[in-house]
């Protein structure tokens, strides 16, 4: 997949810019290090002796997991390879100018900055000021309706606003602009607001959801990378409540924490009603077309797991107990350790799922009605929920086409 082109589809007089998509510029292939090999002059030193570390309970468990996709992920790296991988650096730097290709020096400066460049609005701290009741969002064009009051200037913060113009559109805050892709639908708000999408007649609902939780992480609170978000929380989210009532196809993604996966299949989907289907696998890669780790290597994997399953259909059912998926067609039309290659963007940016998984939600009859939940951008035609869903629509991160 390359996600630039995919979310290019969403605008129609911008394209997203390749060098603050992939800003993390993982351009050099990964060295292996092979037993015995040592820096320069090494050889008069002495060896330290390995420690010899055995595994606990969860990291065994992890391992097991990694044996038996690790032939898949390596067959799909060997066909990307043979076929994408070769052509894949002079798509990047598609037109030959030097401003595609991004740099480390950029890249570090993004890590230390979080990410949020000078001029740009840090919706996590502005939203805890007292004043950001005040904040406001103004439209250059297109119809905009917020669930207060058609106008052109709506509240930012706690407001569903949905653009239901077709083609995108600017949004101002400030001195800051925001580019809108086409009919998108967002809320900004903490996780106590998030009712506020929840439909009056279950017919409205979203019949594929894609969660993206900023999962407790020592490294990203060390970093102060972005605000995790503790797992009792989690199991909070009106999920159900959210669905369609002809069900809905649930992504979501997950780190390589065992303890995570573990809370994932045996209490969060439970508690959201939905039963696992399938697991698929993000493999992430550099320009070179090489992993940008070492598939083995302990507590880094090269790739991320999404976890989906299925919320039944609510339809001609009295109680909760008595609801049975009829979405069997559509389940086994999804495949299990599917592997999806791409170069990573800004950390913790995941690709654009939306065309690989429209085709089996269920209830084909019905039209695709799509919510991110966590979302840190836009997507056309497209619910997104988060504290910071704008965080890369910034007019900075697009080119004029």
Not at 73 to 95: C, G, M
Not at 111 to 130: S, Y
Not at 245 to 252: F, I, K, P, S, T
Request: charged share 25%; with cysteine.
């Amino acid at each position: 997949m390359e996600p630039v082109r995919v979310l290019n589809s969403g605008y129609d007089m911008h394209d997203v810019k390749f060098e603050r998509y992939y800003s993390r510029a993982f351009f050099t292939s990964v060295s292996m290090p092979s037993s015995g090999v040592t820096n320069e002059g090494s050889d008069t030193r002495k060896r330290k002796r390995k420690r010899v570390y055995n595994l606990n309970e969860k990291e065994v468990l992890a391992e097991n997991r990694h044996q038996e996709v690790r032939s898949v992920i390596l067959k799909a790296h060997e066909a990307f390879q043979a076929t994408v991988a070769p052509s894949l650096r002079n798509y990047i730097t598609f037109d030959g100018r030097d401003d595609c290709v991004p740099s480390p020096s950029k890249s570090c400066s993004s890590m230390q900055n979080l990410g949020i460049e000078e001029g740009e609005v840090n919706f996590v701290e502005l939203a805890a000021l007292w004043q950001a009741p005040l904040y406001e969002f103004s439209f250059s064009k297109g119809q905009v309706d917020c669930e207060e009051e058609e106008s052109r200037t709506t509240p930012m913060f706690n407001t569903i606003i949905k653009s239901s113009s077709r083609t995108s559109e600017v949004a101002e805050c400030g001195a800051c602009k925001y580019l809108l892709p086409k009919s998108c639908t967002f809320l900004i708000s903490d996780i106590s607001e998030v009712h506020r999408l929840i439909p009056g007649d279950s017919k409205d609902g979203f019949n594929l959801m894609v969660i993206d939780p900023p999962w407790e992480n020592k490294s990203v609170h060390r970093k102060s990378l972005y605000p995790t978000l503790p797992n009792k929380y989690l199991l909070s989210l009106p999920v159900k409540q959210l669905a369609h009532a002809d069900g809905a196809l649930v992504a979501l993604w997950i780190t390589n924490r065992e303890k995570l996966r573990h809370f994932a299949e045996t209490e969060l989907f439970p508690a959201w009603g939905v039963k696992m289907a399938a697991v698929w696998y993000w493999l992430k890669v550099t320009v070179e077309g090489t992993m940008v780790s070492p598939l083995d290597l302990a507590h880094h994997k090269p790739y991320e797991c999404l976890l989906l399953g299925y919320l039944p259909s609510k339809i001609g059912s009295t109680s909760e107990e008595s609801v049975q998926f009829t979405g069997s067609r559509e389940h086994a039309d999804l495949p299990d350790k599917f592997v999806l290659i791409s170069i990573p963007g800004d950390h913790s940016r995941k690709p654009p799922l939306k065309s690989l998984l429209s085709k089996h939600i269920p209830g084909q009859r019905h039209a695709e009605r799509g919510l991110e939940l966590f979302a840190r951008e836009l997507s056309a035609g497209w619910t997104s929920w988060g504290n910071e869903p704008l965080r890369f629509q910034h007019l900075n991160y697009f080119r004029e086409r």
